[in-house]
Each structure stands twice: as structure tokens, then as C-alpha cells.
């Protein structure tokens, strides 16, 4: 038995949001022009979540290059930011008194993602100590080598969250809507619950 079918969670249906992000990336991935694969995959599952946390009425941020103040990173090395009340999200820059969570956005997992995310955070870490972290990985297959988990990132403070687990990843990637309809029809995708638990992350501080 394989780690997804052990998995206690329900399968994922048309009628989840989850589910609706999937098909949002893999249909914007299409119409993106960025020169690699990997960049266009990486706009557009940024693209979709922001918008989807958006709806949620969270202050996130709206530009896709981001710098804290005093991080000593580059601008788009920051995916997202949510911010506290009232603070403008159509900025570029902000000062860490502003911030309340650091977003990592992932469509899947790679090798070494874990260990890049927390040389950033660390990182970012050191501008001050009130700041929070989310990684937030679109699907991932349990058990992946590569898997970003609370073990991986060696951080309580630093909070994983995989919005749909799967069974594999299909030939042609997850950029084609066929594909993800197959997945969903052969009940090869699981719904995590991590969505609904994010959200609650990050109205709940």
C-alpha cells in the first residue's frame, strides 16, 4: 500500500477550492510568456493563491517582487507578505513593523527547496523577531523524497502547508487541465485540509 492511499483524508472533488486552483494554474500557466517552465509555474501558482487568500479578505500584498526592510535580500526574492491592518499592499517595500507573515509560495517540491526556504527565512529572521512564516505547496505526492514538511524546515516557527496530496504526477505535468481531471476522475488527488487550516493560520494570530 502505497503512503497516499494510508492516507485518512477524503478524495478531491469539482466542488473543492483546492481543486478550482489547479485548474486556475494549470489554465494561466498556458497564457504566461515567462522564457522558462519553471518561471511561468512559479507566477502563475503565486498568482492564483494570492488571489485565493485575497477572497479570504486577508491584507496580502499585490506585487509579486517584495523586500522587508534590513532583510538584505533582492526584490523577488520575498513571494508574498501579509501584512497588518491598514497597511498599503500595492508596495514594494515595507518596514518589518508592518509585516505579519512571510509567504513562501511552491507549486510542487524540488531537491533543496527545504534547505533554500530556511536560508531565506533565517535570514529575514534577523530583521526581527514578531514575524511569521507559511510555505504553501500547491500538491505534493506523501512520501516524496524532496516533501517539505515541519521536519525538513527544522523550524516550529516555520509552517508547512500542502493544499492537495496526489498520488503521482502525471506525464505532461500538472499544467494541463486533461491531467488534473484524469487525476481527480481515478481518485489520485486528496484533499489535505491544509487550506482550510492556513487560513486559520493566518487570521488567527
Given at each position: 500500500?502505497?503512503?497516499?492511499?494510508?492516507?485518512?483524508?477524503?478524495?478531491?472533488?469539482?466542488?473543492?477550492?483546492?481543486?478550482?486552483?489547479?485548474?486556475?494554474?494549470?489554465?494561466?500557466?498556458?497564457?504566461?510568456?515567462?522564457?522558462?517552465?519553471?518561471?511561468?509555474?512559479?507566477?502563475?501558482?503565486?498568482?492564483?493563491?494570492?488571489?485565493?487568500?485575497?477572497?479570504?479578505?486577508?491584507?496580502?500584498?499585490?506585487?509579486?517582487?517584495?523586500?522587508?526592510?534590513?532583510?538584505?535580500?533582492?526584490?523577488?526574492?520575498?513571494?508574498?507578505?501579509?501584512?497588518?491592518?491598514?497597511?498599503?499592499?500595492?508596495?514594494?517595500?515595507?518596514?518589518?513593523?508592518?509585516?505579519?507573515?512571510?509567504?513562501?509560495?511552491?507549486?510542487?517540491?524540488?531537491?533543496?527547496?527545504?534547505?533554500?526556504?530556511?536560508?531565506?527565512?533565517?535570514?529575514?529572521?534577523?530583521?526581527?523577531?514578531?514575524?511569521h512564516y507559511a510555505v504553501?505547496?500547491?500538491?505534493?505526492?506523501?512520501?516524496?523524497?524532496?516533501?517539505?514538511?515541519?521536519?525538513?524546515?527544522?523550524?516550529?516557527?516555520?509552517?508547512?502547508?500542502?493544499?492537495?496530496?496526489?498520488?503521482?504526477?502525471?506525464?505532461?505535468?500538472?499544467?494541463?487541465?486533461?491531467?488534473?481531471?484524469?487525476?481527480?476522475?481515478?481518485?489520485?488527488?486528496?484533499?489535505?485540509?491544509?487550506?482550510?487550516?492556513?487560513?486559520?493560520?493566518?487570521?488567527?494570530?
Open positions: 500500500m502505497s503512503e497516499f492511499d494510508k492516507l485518512q483524508m477524503p478524495f478531491l472533488t469539482t466542488e473543492d477550492e483546492e481543486y478550482q486552483m489547479l485548474i486556475e494554474v494549470a489554465e494561466l500557466y498556458q497564457k504566461l510568456k515567462q522564457k522558462t517552465a519553471e518561471k511561468r509555474s512559479g507566477d502563475a501558482t503565486e498568482i492564483v493563491i494570492r488571489n485565493h487568500l485575497l477572497d479570504k479578505k486577508l491584507n496580502i500584498t499585490l506585487k509579486p517582487e517584495l523586500m522587508i526592510c534590513g532583510s538584505n535580500l533582492s526584490a523577488s526574492r520575498i513571494d508574498s507578505l501579509l501584512l497588518k491592518p491598514i497597511v498599503d499592499p500595492d508596495r514594494p517595500t515595507y518596514k518589518p513593523h508592518e509585516v505579519d507573515t512571510v509567504i513562501e509560495v511552491k507549486n510542487n517540491c524540488v531537491a533543496n527547496q527545504s534547505e533554500k526556504i530556511i536560508e531565506k527565512f533565517d535570514k529575514i529572521a534577523k530583521v526581527s523577531e514578531n514575524f504553501i505547496i500547491l500538491s505534493e505526492r506523501k512520501g516524496y523524497t524532496y516533501e517539505i514538511t515541519e521536519a525538513s524546515l527544522k523550524n516550529e516557527k516555520y509552517r508547512p502547508f500542502t493544499l492537495v496530496s496526489r498520488k503521482i504526477y502525471p506525464r505532461g505535468g500538472l499544467y494541463l487541465k486533461s491531467n488534473i481531471i484524469a487525476m481527480l476522475n481515478n481518485n489520485e488527488m486528496k484533499k489535505t485540509g491544509d487550506w482550510e487550516k492556513l487560513i486559520k493560520y493566518l487570521k488567527g494570530k
